[in-house]
C-alpha cells in the first residue's frame, strides 16, 4: 500500500503554524526579558532612593516608596522591595527593617548591630559596611584568624584587590589595615616567627563588643543559601563546618 503524501497546501500549513509557534515563543520571551530588565532598573532606582535615607537616618514607608520608585509596577513591589533589600545588605551592609507594620515603615539600620555606619569623612557616598561584614565572615571561616594572603585571594574574586581602588570601597588597604584597625573592628599583626614577615586579621574589640559569632555565621549560611556566589572563596568543607556549627 503506497505511503499516504502531503499536498503544498498541507505542507504550507504545517509551516506556518509551526512559524506561528516560533513567533509567540520568541514574543512571550521578549516580554519576559523586558519584565526582568525594567524590575532590575526599579531595584536600582530603590537602592538609590534608600542610600540617602540612610544617610539622613531617616524613615521611610511602602506607600513613599510606591510613588516616588516603583510607581506603575506596583503589582511587583514583593519582588522590588526583596532584591533591593538583599543588595542593601550584601553590598553595603545596610538592613531595611519594617519597624511598623500597620503602617508599613521601615528604617534602615547597619547590620549585624554594628553601630559604624561606613561612611569616611572623604566624602565618599557609598557605605562599606558590606565589607567590613564580608571580613568578619572570612575570619570566622579561617578559624578566628585570616592569613593576610588568603583575605586579599578571597576579596578578589569580589573584584576588591590590594592596591587597586574600588567604585564603592576605595583604597581596600588602607580600610582593611588602617582604618578599621583604628576603629577597633580588626586586628592586623604579624605572625609570629615568620620571616619574611606575613600577617594575618582577627576580630577587633570592637567587632567582639556589637556583635557574635553565631549573629555572623546565621548571616553568613542565609546569604549562602540564597546566592552562593556571593561567598565563592568559601570551601565547601568550611560551608559545610559552618552549618553544623548553626
Keep these: 500500500m503506497a505511503a499516504p503524501t502531503w499536498s503544498q497546501s498541507e505542507d504550507e500549513g504545517v509551516s506556518s503554524q509551526d512559524e506561528q509557534e516560533t513567533n509567540s515563543r520568541e514574543d512571550s520571551?521578549?516580554?519576559?526579558?523586558?519584565l526582568h530588565d525594567a524590575l532590575y532598573?526599579?531595584?536600582t532606582e530603590l537602592v538609590e532612593f534608600?542610600?540617602?535615607?540612610?544617610?539622613?537616618?531617616?524613615?521611610?514607608?511602602?506607600?513613599?516608596?510606591?510613588?516616588?520608585?516603583i510607581k506603575e509596577y506596583q503589582d511587583h513591589f514583593p519582588e522590588i522591595f526583596s532584591l533591593a533589600s538583599e543588595f542593601m545588605q550584601l553590598l553595603f551592609g545596610i538592613d531595611v527593617e519594617e519597624v511598623n507594620?500597620?503602617?508599613?515603615?521601615?528604617?534602615?539600620v547597619t547590620t549585624l548591630g554594628l553601630t559604624?555606619?561606613?561612611?569616611?569623612?572623604?566624602?565618599q557616598s557609598m557605605p562599606n559596611t558590606g565589607l567590613l561584614v564580608m571580613l568578619l565572615r572570612l575570619i570566622l571561616a579561617e578559624g578566628d584568624c585570616?592569613?593576610?594572603?588568603?583575605?586579599?585571594e578571597a576579596l578578589s574574586v569580589m573584584g576588591v584587590c590590594d592596591g587597586k581602588e574600588h567604585w564603592i570601597y576605595g583604597e581596600p588597604r588602607e580600610l582593611l589595615t588602617k582604618v578599621w584597625v583604628q576603629e577597633k573592628y580588626l586586628e592586623y599583626r604579624q605572625v609570629p616567627n615568620s620571616d619574611p614577615a606575613r600577617y594575618e586579621f582577627l576580630w577587633g574589640p570592637r567587632a567582639h563588643a556589637e556583635t557574635t559569632k553565631s549573629k555572623v555565621r546565621e548571616t553568613f549560611l542565609r546569604d549562602y543559601r540564597k546566592d552562593p556566589?556571593?561567598?565563592?572563596?568559601l570551601s565547601e568543607e568550611v560551608i559545610s563546618d559552618e552549618e553544623e556549627g548553626a
Aim: charged fraction near 20%.
Design 29 to 34: 520571551e521578549d516580554s519576559e526579558s523586558s
Design 41 to 43: 532598573l526599579k531595584m
Design 50 to 69: 534608600l542610600l540617602p535615607k540612610y544617610h539622613a537616618k531617616q524613615p521611610t514607608t511602602k506607600a513613599e516608596m510606591l510613588s516616588k520608585v
Design 101 to 108: 507594620p500597620s503602617t508599613h515603615t521601615y528604617v534602615l
Design 116 to 123: 559604624y555606619d561606613g561612611m569616611v569623612s572623604n566624602g
Design 146 to 152: 585570616a592569613p593576610e594572603e588568603n583575605v586579599w
Design 229 to 233: 556566589s556571593f561567598v565563592p572563596s
